[in-house]
């Protein structure tokens, strides 16, 4: 394992000595960190320098990529070598978002055509909503689209239709796009009491078409429209059926078994994970809200960042340093908590997004051949837009007791567009002032008490420790491109780290228990038999939930 590699074993004496030093003394000691620490690629900016590190740690973090096998792991990626070990497949997200003239042949096979014939399908469909031309069982023209998925099936659309916003496509006849994912119903049931079962089609999106919290929704959206539409003139079930439904799976057999129309189904391959999947036809919502020309400007600035990790050296490469500064917190400063931190409401999900990415792909603790590591792998990461985290959790990044890493993410120019010149000027101030809220926080968690003018001694609760690790990415613009690359940023640092840790990114065993355990409870809590088996606290659980049924 790598821990055993003398990269690994050098990198862990070098944190006994840089690990005691404080970021302040760092940047007094190397004048040149700014610029040393910083790269550009595909429109982003990543400042590295308010990472605990040097010169001679970054050389030794590279040396570790190079002894992990990153470069030759990068190149078996991208050419859709079988990386996903535990089931035998390629990863090819990256397919996804390959041009049309360019050519991937994977075991005899050319990947590419067939990855634009799913896009020239979504295009037709993206058309014919928005010429008003898909037509409800009642003859009226589709006018909300409610997708119904969970975790890969959701997250991206999700994140990427809020980010995108600016881009909604408001022509002829708007469509508009709705997100439901619990299996409680909550989101569905607030749709089915305010949309128009007429004008109201439903995106089944799920890789398996097993999902229980997914087929849950969609059998209670079939009996809703079945309830208010199977009544009218000329209206049957099968015509419903058609006209209100759309698959995106990579199973068609089941998507004929559940009902949906042959014409109506987007297929993807098994080769693409579900976390991974926005870039193909769960991408539809996307498509649908911002139109098919931006669709593909996202592919065309994702498959800009897969030019660079696949082109750029490893000294000069995002993914690979991203990865790199959160080894070195993770395995050698111990730091095993992380924060995303977007100063840009459109980012609203970005945090959510990654954390399914980042974690249902490297909470892993067993390497490829089934060794348990004894080490550190993916820590615990959550975020929240930054303007409002630092009403919320700010307090113990400052001043309490963890260590946290930080990714501050934050666009350099926004609302050039806005008309009103008025409005304009307000709009922009409120986003310079979002730039110096951000700017101000990395400075202070860096600096802690040295950020402020030496006003003499303080008490101890007014006292900043500082110390605390970030990386800060500036964005161009928030445009569909740069928000395909940024998004490819961090699929692929998330791969790096994981060819680090010698773990699997593209499995999800760990989800499979729990789903299982909870079709048994589900059996018992409905058939009121075999309690017996449960543990104590189970059994109290669903003595209580008896208990209400029994009073409603
Ligand atoms: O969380 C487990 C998981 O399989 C994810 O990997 C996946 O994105 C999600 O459930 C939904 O799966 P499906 O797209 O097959 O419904």
């Not at 992990?68 to 397919?95: C, F, K, M, Q, Y």
């Not at 409610?146 to 991206?156: H, P, T, Y």
């Not at 600035?301 to 959160?326: I, K, Q, S, T, Y």
């Not at 892993?364 to 080490?375: I, M, Q």
């Amino acid at each position: 394992m790598i821990d055993e590699s003398a990269a690994w074993r050098e990198l862990e004496a070098h944190a006994g000595d840089l690990g005691r030093r404080h970021l302040h003394e760092l940047f007094a000691a190397e004048s040149d960190r700014q610029p040393r620490f910083t790269r550009h690629a595909a429109g982003l900016t990543l400042d590295l320098s308010k990472q605990r590190w040097s010169a001679e740690t970054l050389a030794r973090l590279l040396a570790l990529a190079e002894q992990a096998g990153v470069p030759d792991a990068i190149g078996r990626l991208l050419d859709g070598e079988r990386v996903n070990v535990s089931e035998d497949r390629p990863a090819l997200h990256t397919a996804l978002r390959l041009p049309a003239d360019a050519s991937l042949v994977v075991e005899g096979e050319d990947l590419v055509p067939g990855v634009h014939r799913t896009l020239d399908r979504m295009a037709a469909m993206v058309e014919r909503f928005h010429a008003g031309q898909w037509r409800g069982a009642t003859g009226r023209a589709i006018r909300d689209v409610v997708n119904l998925g969970v975790g890969g099936s959701d997250l991206g659309p999700l994140m990427v239709t809020h980010a995108l916003s600016d881009y909604r496509l408001d022509d002829v006849h708007p469509v508009e796009v709705h997100f439901a994912s619990t299996m409680d119903g909550s989101q569905l049931a607030d749709y089915l009491r305010r949309l128009n079962p007429e004008t109201t089609l439903f995106v089944l999106s799920s890789k398996s078409f097993t999902t229980i919290d997914t087929l849950s929704n969609a059998n209670t959206a079939r009996d809703w429209l079945m309830g208010r539409l199977a009544g009218e003139e000329g209206v049957d079930a099968e015509l419903i059926m058609r006209q209100h439904f759309i698959g995106v799976s990579a199973s068609a057999e089941k998507m004929g078994e559940w009902g949906i129309d042959p014409a109506h189904r987007l297929e993807f391959w098994e080769w693409v994970g579900g976390r991974y999947s926005l870039w193909g036809a769960i991408g539809l919502p996307i498509a649908l809200m911002v139109g098919m020309d931006n669709f593909r400007a996202l592919l065309a600035g994702a498959h800009a960042m897969d030019r660079h990790f696949r082109e750029a050296p490893l000294a000069d490469n995002l993914p690979v340093l991203l990865a790199l500064a959160g080894i070195w917190n993770v395995n050698f400063l111990d730091i095993r908590a992380h924060s995303i931190l977007p100063y840009d409401g459109r980012l609203e999900y970005f945090a959510a997004y990654l954390e399914q990415l980042e974690m249902e792909s490297n909470g892993k603790s067993v390497t490829h051949d089934g060794r348990e590591v004894n080490y550190a792998t993916c820590p615990v990461l959550w975020g929240q837009l930054g303007p409002n985290a630092q009403h919320a959790f700010y307090q113990l990044l400052h001043q309490g007791t963890q260590a946290v890493e930080c990714d501050f993410i934050a666009p350099l120019r926004r609302y050039d567009d806005v008309e009103d010149a008025a409005t304009r000027r307000h709009l922009k101030g409120q986003h310079r002032l979002t730039l110096a809220n951000c700017f101000a926080q990395s400075r202070v968690l860096m600096l802690g008490d040295d950020a402020i003018a030496d006003d003499g001694p303080r008490p101890g609760h007014k006292r900043y420790r500082g110390n605390q690790p970030s990386s800060t990415l500036l964005l161009d613009e928030l445009t569909p491109a740069i928000l395909g690359s940024l998004i490819a940023l961090y699929e692929h640092k998330v791969f790096v780290q994981a060819t680090i840790w010698g773990i699997n990114p593209f499995d999800q065993w760990g989800v499979e228990l729990g789903k299982k355990i909870a079709g048994e409870t589900q059996r018992i809590l409905e058939s009121r038999q075999g309690l017996a088996s449960m543990d104590a606290s189970t059994r109290a659980l669903i003595e209580a939930a008896w208990a209400a049924e029994g009073d409603s």
